[in-house]
Each structure stands twice: as C-alpha cells, then as structure tokens.
C-alpha cells in the first residue's frame, strides 16, 4: 500500500512539473504578452528582437487530407525579469505559427 502511495505521489509530482513548464502566454520585457497562436510577426512586434533564433528541424504536415506541406521548426530565446529576476523562454514556431512556450531558465 505505501508504495502505491509513493508511486502516486511521484507521478502526481511529474505531471505537475511537466505543466509547470508549459506555458500558454509570456509577458515580453515591455509589458506586452505573446500567446500560443500567434505569428512570428506578431510575436516581434510585441517582444521585440529574439536573444536568439535556432533552426531545429523540419516537419510535414497534411493538409485537406492530400497536401503534405513542409514546414521549419525555430526556436526563439527571450528573457524577461519578474521581480528582480531574469527569465528565460523558449519560443518554438511550427512555420510562422507558435507552437509551444517554455520556462527553460533563470538568472
């Protein structure tokens, strides 16, 4: 029985960790927030210029179910501060759409 508790207790702890890091908005130096969804443009204009732009890779995509439609995968770095702190985000872009935002740092 305790361990059925403990294991319970550690996924309950991973999975919280996991949505920890996820995040679905980011608050840009001046004050303006990006969120999942928006376009690299959109993203510049409220952030400003990235700390720095990484090509990860390549993916395909299907569109109308015949299309396949090759799309980059970028990474963009942004920091912000909160608090005296500084933070770093992790910005990935599937094309000019972005996909995903993560906490990968602080200073």
Do not use: H
């Amino acid at each position: 029985m305790k361990i059925l508790a403990i294991l319970f207790l550690f996924i309950s702890l991973l999975f919280t960790t996991t949505l920890l890091n996820a995040e679905s908005l980011m608050n840009c130096e001046n004050g303006s927030s990006v969120s999942l969804g928006d376009l690299k443009y959109q993203v510049r204009l409220s952030c400003g210029e990235p700390k720095s732009t990484e090509i990860l890779g390549y993916i395909d995509k299907i569109q109308n179910e015949e299309r396949i439609r090759v799309m980059k995968i970028e990474e963009w770095i942004y920091s912000t501060s909160f608090y005296g702190e500084k933070y770093f985000f992790s910005l990935i872009f599937e094309g000019n759409k972005l996909v995903e935002i993560k906490k990968v740092g602080y200073k």
